[in-house]
Nanobody, 122 residues
Framework: VQLQASGGGLVQPGGSVRLSCSGS????????MGWFRQAPGQGREFVAT????????YYADSVLGRFAISRENGQNTIYLQMNSLKPEDTAVYYC????????????????WGQGTLVTVSS
């Protein structure tokens, strides 16, 4: 599975941005797709995930109520709508897909995109 993420950039605090991630290749057995992020000098952090079978979403507490993950119907594409952005949301955001399960740990996901940088700054 190949993942292509896009949509990052420079955003002012309080602003919004939407990230996209499209999957290609062996996507028929996916069980979940999600987003992680990594800030400078930090480890990779779970952001949000969506269950491919039932559409349920789960979020990190730090983004709950501000971010929304969604799936394009019939497509192997997900989005991350990011609202009320804060400087601490600055990070490289990675799209991930998993064929073995659904969860918040990076180990669940066996496919990763190249990352897209979101910078929140005035």
């Amino acid at each position: 599975v190949q993942l292509q993420a896009s949509g990052g950039g420079l955003v002012q605090p309080g602003g919004s941005v939407r990230l996209s991630c499209s999957g290609s290749g062996r996507t028929f057995d996916l069980k979940a797709m999600g987003w992680f992020r990594q800030a400078p000098g930090q480890g990779r952090e779970f952001v949000a995930t969506i269950n491919w079978n039932n559409g349920k979403a789960y979020y990190a507490d730090s983004v709950l109520g501000r971010f929304a993950i969604s799936r394009e119907n019939g497509q192997n594409t997900i989005y991350l709508q990011m609202n009320s952005l804060k400087p601490e949301d600055t990070a490289v955001y990675y799209c991930a897909a998993g064929s073995t399960g659904w969860g918040t740990f990076p180990e669940v996901y066996n496919y990763w995109g190249q990352g897209t940088l979101v910078t929140v700054s005035s």
